[in-house]
């Protein structure tokens, strides 16, 4: 059924909060867009801004991270719920448009000591260890829109390796 509609007619099905979620996103992700790549940019003003929206992103994993671990062991590795702000930066950074400027995140990764051949070896060093606020940020829509998919799409029994003749239940979905 899903496949027969439009994305404009799916996106018409949606609540309106949820639409209206999906436009900030948009807009929000094309200012930051525009922020990085500027043409008249200079490589270290744009270093510099690129520098800045990492640390972005590592202050809303510390903000959202589910365990009180310390923040060297966090970073990339434990469970963090995607939060708006971090999904439209990450969103920004890894957009077309910024990864042409490929000279200035070499650059960015050599000061960090990090590869630059994913965001995820970028942040592998955090520079930011603790934030003054331990308030959450508001979870990206996005975000739980893919994790109902994943519930969704999962089959509600599991098939048992042993030879008993009724399936198990997934008690993964359930949860």
């Not at 996106?11 to 996103?25: E, F, G, N, S």
């Not at 992103?57 to 671990?69: K, S």
């Not at 999904?87 to 042409?100: D, W």
């Not at 979870?139 to 029994?157: A, N, P, S």
């Amino acid at each position: 059924m899903i496949s027969d509609l439009g994305h404009d007619t799916l996106y018409r099905l949606l609540p309106p909060i949820v639409r209206t979620c999906i436009r900030a996103h948009g807009i929000l992700r094309k200012w930051l867009i525009v922020k990085l790549v500027a043409p008249n940019l200079g490589l270290r003003v744009r270093q510099t801004r690129m520098d800045l929206f990492l640390r972005a992103i590592e202050v809303a994993r510390l903000r959202n991270a589910d365990t009180p671990a310390p923040a060297s062991q966090r970073h990339g590795h434990g469970p963090c719920i995607q939060s708006f702000a971090e999904g439209v930066l990450t969103s920004a950074v890894l957009s077309v448009e910024s990864r042409i400027h490929q000279r200035a995140w070499q650059i960015l990764a050599l000061t960090r000591g990090v590869q630059c051949d994913s965001l995820a070896s970028l942040l592998a060093r955090p520079m930011i260890q603790f934030t003054n606020s331990k308030e959450p940020l508001t979870v990206d829509i996005g975000w739980l829109i893919g994790r109902m998919l994943e519930f969704i799409t999962m089959t509600d029994v599991v098939d048992s390796l042993s030879e008993a003749p009724q399936p198990l239940i997934n008690y993964d979905k359930r949860r």
